[in-house]
């Protein structure tokens, strides 16, 4: 990192020298320029600006981003991001970097500036500029970006633009789901923008406070909540947190305490020294004070031999992970700190405020087996004086065979330190023995605690570790041999054993690039391999080994210190697999692992195999086998199926009722030879030497109503079986199985999986592949309570009518006159069902159908088109949208459902269908669909007002002022002489300004309200409780000014229509954003409404 | 009736001429338009110290010149002659508004005005100011009738060259107040800058009032003519005028300073500059 910046700052110079040298007659100064970047703001606009690439998240949901040619706010294309749903199995959040890897000039530029709107109201988490994936050197991060349904245009302020000559990072953003539950936001118009109204910076570090600490030479600390804040063209504050590299960190003393770039603080000398800082010249708010005491000494060095030690925490051993240093642990814990203090390299604990605090390693990280350790060590300082009574308490805890603290199998030992042990500032080294503990079981290591009942309430803490003095148990080792292997050698290919012939030529340390030690020791007179300070470890073998007649890997190892072990088999074709030893291990563990669980590895062609984790590893016995005599057939019978007789059509097994008259060795030409054999009493189909196998059914199957075939075979030699389904009209499927299997496998494949077979026609089954193949218990089944129709009603929709445009529903208006069964030459049945009362449609034996809206629909204001539906057989269901120009375009659902399912369609998936001019459905596909809800609709308020204003929707565009008065949108109380449903309810309260009215809310809108061009005479409906009032209207906000209209209410309390004549004053080609009414405007009473008046309106039109 | 925007480069009483002139025609409109040309005023601040007692006076306190407290605006500030709140320095006017307990006010601030000192009916009337930011602050840059203790106001006739929103900081106001068109009802127009603010550099904000006009400009923006027929009322712009200069803390016309606004905050005053008919 240091490197690069030394070669920025220097390259003017080094590119003249270069210069100079290879062309003495050359002008210099005309050449050597420095490297420029284009100076291009542009980031989106209608699609990627030159050079813009698009990287996700590595964990997060890779789809989330796509360009939108339906929703933008400007242009042809807006970018959108679908922020998934919690639980998201491709990610559960969004988030992305977009950056220009040739990099750009934006040091002219003083905002990112974008245009923003959400599917619902929503927060973005984090979003800025300034990520590369490299150094993030000018990292800018806005948090909590608020976005409306409506579009609105954002502004992310640049921290010092004069760092940006040669920015990568053009924008990112991450966001996760809003309550749970995922949705979509749109970004358009991204560019870097030079707006001139960025202004009064306000730099902070450690969030504007000066903080003060006391310290020892030797401590590193960083600088945090680096910040910069500015007051927006719009008046706003927005506070971005920043990178350093944007701040000059200065300390007032570096003979005491230095400071970096990066604000890194360590300090050299006893003294004091503040620390500061400033972004472009503008000193930061906040500072570090640092009294530095003096030097500090460190604990003693520990010197046991790493071999011989497991360590929690200690800069000279590598550690085992721990869940933490302090747990925390409510409410009675008062302890503060944890691992934070690191003096010259050295980490120490320290506790405060101790009361009493743990250390786990038994939950998120393994306990540890100390059962070969003979010690415990510990380095403490009390950073207070020990007084006559203080103490401190040791407790280390043993979470018991289930390996699980808080059972009753838990024991535990303790030691207490007190004033004879403990003396301020100096460290106390203990070296305590688990013989004089009295800890027996140590093998499952979880905690250790320290309790001093804030006796003594500030210590340090360091190399905290159990260890073998060698007293006992030897070195850190196995002192005896592993088990000799039983495997007779007719079962057995062997890789590394003293027991077996092994494969010869075999590479036990090939260069692969690792950091293991390896040897081969004798240990007990017996050849075994050692593999020191693993990293990872390859094990090349003499020749290719076809193991598909084996069943079983078995491994014999041996840790006192590993936290993690995996070993792989490798086929030729590359593939590898990993399987989890457990460690560490209490003395040699013995392990056989199932070929089959290195699957996909090719077991007919293995060539290597791999170790990789941690620790020190004692290997023998690495060889293959299958069991006596077998490795070819199953020494249990399957297992038997539990499924209600029920929910099954059964093909082949011993507990249902089988298809009758299944021929399952009908002559199709194979090589397979058929039988069946007897295992303890089940009978059991068998292929031998399977090349290919049919089995015809007794008669044709109608499966439509189940979901699942299930399957349980067997085989040790297989490297390749596929299941097909076959129907009437000869049309198969194939589904490869898993093989070899370890044991007898189950598998349940979705019926679906067979599209498009016949599910309603099946008349064979047939496999291929190769090997022995043991097989039974062939079935069909659904779940329970599954099956061919729901028996609970779809769920009623929420959407408020005003919303909604519904089609087929028990829960809105639905549209007159629709014909749900047009014969358009289908084959499907249509039916009208009632479920528990609820009104739902049935199409049985789909082919297509079609559904005729009782008139043409524009369904531009609307969002979604939702539909619920359920199937327990259909395979293929597609929906489509038809328009009036015969336009149609369809929309995959999918099937089979396991209840309802809810789809919400955004419309824009529909396009070219002319959304003004709705006409049809269509629904295509198989299977019996039911289908309810059908209708089209928007969120609410989502749809930017317009003229004319008439306030059905309930949603209120209108603002209020000044002085208390308020406006909302209500049900219609004076029907006479208007009818409308809903108006605008306006009270002017005691206390409100003379001049209050209600103004539109130009926030709602992206672009303005009022085009002159459209007509210059608006009309107002009022209802006023007083005769004689002046009712003002004004145009506002315009490029041009302001212009006003006085009208007079004549009649109380009845509705009136007010016409506001603006033609002899206004240029027609002018826009204004916004209206605002002023009921009662008396220009003669300026004094605060004494008396409460309510006013409705209602109705603004153009004209 | 459209009103024009002009462009003002060097000379900007040329170029209003030239325009009118130009629009009067086709509109056959007759405009009269006088040009300014001979200083009658000026204060450049120069030098440190305090306000030149022979050309301004200070007004102290919570005001009830127009009518009732805070200055009739619900304003909140207590208004000084300490330096802490006005002083010259460095050639430039320092009015800050600083939060502090003074006098059961929670802000203290300046006002000065030129009763007495500098009247004058008609002429241009510009200063140079950079202005304060944030939510509440409220300076302003405005012209009193002097007849206000005899007719009071609004009959006096009020002319607001600069008002401004702190929390608006690209936003001038410029507006006149008179009988049937005062307070929230006054006559006037919004001016946004373009691609800059008003609290970051120095701006030049005027007047050109002449017999039935009144031109609004800043720097070189000619945004705004005012005249007899705009108003719906009487037009009191026939009398000597006087100057105010002041910066308020809250009121109604801004509200209230909130947890986000910086104190304290000065208006920057570089010049104010009179001038009267030529010869």
Redesign the interface.
Known sequence: MKKNIFLNSNLLFLFALVLLLTNCKRDKSEDAKPASFPKNGVVFIDGFSAGLEYLPYADSYFEAFTVDEVTKQKGTAAMRFDVPNVGNPKGAYAGAIFPDNGGRDLSDFDALTFWAKSSVGATINDIGFGQDFGENKYEVSLSGLQLSTNWKRYVIAIPDASKLSREKGLFWYAEGPENGSGYTFWIDELEFE????I??P?PSILEGEAVTVNTFIGVTSTISSLQQTF?L???Q?QTLNVAPAYFEFTSSNPAVATVDALGVVTAVATGSAVITAELNGVKAAGSLTLNVTGSFDLAPIPTEDPTSVISIFSDVYTNQPVDYFNGYWAPFQTTLGQDDININGDNIISYTELNFVGIQFAVDQPTINASSMTHFHIDIQAREVIENGDFLTIRIVDAGSDDEIGTGDDTSAEITLNETNLIHEEWYSGDISFASLGLTNRSNLAQIIFVSDATISSVFIDNIYFYNDGSTGGPMGPTVAAPTPTQADVDVISVFSDAYTNIAGSDLNPDWGQATMVTEMLIDGNNTLRYAGLDFQGLQLGSPQDLSGMEFLHIDYWTANSSALNTFLISGNTTEQAKALDVPTSAWSSIDIPLGDFSPVDLADVIQLKFDGNGDIYVDNIFFYKTPGGGTGPTMPAPDPTRDEADVISVYSGVYMDVMGSDFNPDWGQATVVTEEDISGNSTLLYTGLNYQGLQLGSPQDVSGMEFLHLDYWTANSTALNAFLISGNTTEIPKPLGVPTAGWTSIDIPLGDFSPVDLADIIQFKFDGNGDIYLDNIYFYKEPGGGTSPTSPAPTPTQDQNDVISVYSDAYMNIMGSDLNPNWGQATVVTEEQISGNNTLVYTGLNYQGLQLGSAQNVSGMEFLHIDYWTANSTALNAFLISGNTTEVPKALGVPTSGWASVDIPLGDFSPVDLADIIQFKFDGNGDIYLDNIYFYKAPGSVEPELPLGFEDGVNPLLAF?GGAYANVVDNPQTGGNPSSKVVEFVKIVGS???SGVVFDESLRATPLIDLADGTVFTVKIWSPNAGITVRMQLEGGA???YEVFQTVNTANQWVTLTYDFTS?V?SSDTYPRFAIFPD?D?SN?NPVAVEAIYFIDDIIQQ | ???PLFSRTSNLLFLVFISLSFLACEREEVQTVTTFTNLTFEDEFAGTGSIDAASWNVDMGIGNAISGDGWGNNELQYYTDRSENIKVEDGMLHITAMKESFMESNYTSARINSSGKLEQEYGRFEARIQLP???GLWPAFWLLGNNIDEVGWPKCGEIDIMEY??????TLIGSVHGP??????SEG?NYNL????F??GFHVFGIEWGPEYINYYVDDVLY?QITPDDV?GAWVFDHPFYIILNLAVGG?FVGSPNE?T?FPQTMLVDYVRVYGLSN
Not at chain 1, 194 to 197: F, Q
Not at chain 2, 165 to 170: K, L, W, Y
């Open positions: 030079k707006l001139g109204t202004a009064q306000r007051n063209g719009n008046g504050d000044d300004a003379w001049y041009a000014p302001a004053q240029n405007f220009t300026q | 009736m459209q009103k930011w944030g939510q929103r702190g929390q608006e900081p690209t049937g068109y005062s307070g929230g009802e127009k373009a691609n800059d603010r609290d970051t705004n719906d109604n986000s910086v």
